[in-house]
């Protein structure tokens, strides 16, 4: 299992959403964030010039998945996120320990929904 958490631009959450959907990626949580991606913006002053370092406003998902979702989700989010410009955002994989889930008390894989990817059925 992993947690994966990605830093996305606002205005591509509705395409991260929607792959993500796609993916078969159920549990998921969003938030606002400000964040630095290492860009910098240099003023010039009257005596000599001033960095700002500035934080944008940028929207984490977070999800934790089992193993068969983990490719599945980072090109998703990938595929939704990408413009090509600096600033596109970034993916943190981290392992994750357990998991439970409060109703049932199912813990790991069974709290994890769903705990394989959906197979294609074929279309008549
Ligand atoms: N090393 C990091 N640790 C934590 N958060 C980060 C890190 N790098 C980027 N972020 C978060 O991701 C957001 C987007 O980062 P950004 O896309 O600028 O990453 P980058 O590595 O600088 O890539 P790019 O070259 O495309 O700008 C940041 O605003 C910040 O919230
Ligand atoms: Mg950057």
Redesign the pocket.
């Known amino acids: 299992m992993k947690l994966i958490t990605a830093v996305v631009r606002p205005e591509r959450v509705q395409q991260v959403k929607e792959a993500l959907f796609q993916a078969g990626i159920k549990g998921l949580t969003l938030s606002r964030v400000s964040g630095h991606?290492?860009?910098q913006e240099v003023v010039e002053r009257y005596r000599g010039t001033r960095v700002i370092v500035e934080f944008h406003d940028k929207v984490e998902f977070k999800m934790a998945v089992s193993e068969p979702f983990i490719e599945l989700a980072i090109e998703a989010i990938c595929r939704g996120a990408r413009t090509g410009e600096?600033?596109d955002g970034k993916i943190f994989v981290t392992p994750l320990e357990r998991v439970i889930r409060i109703r049932t008390g199912e813990e790991d894989n069974s709290a994890l929904t769903p705990v394989a990817p959906k197979t294609l059925t074929p279309t008549r």
Request: no cysteine; aromatic share 0%.
């Open positions: 991606g290492g860009e600096v600033g």
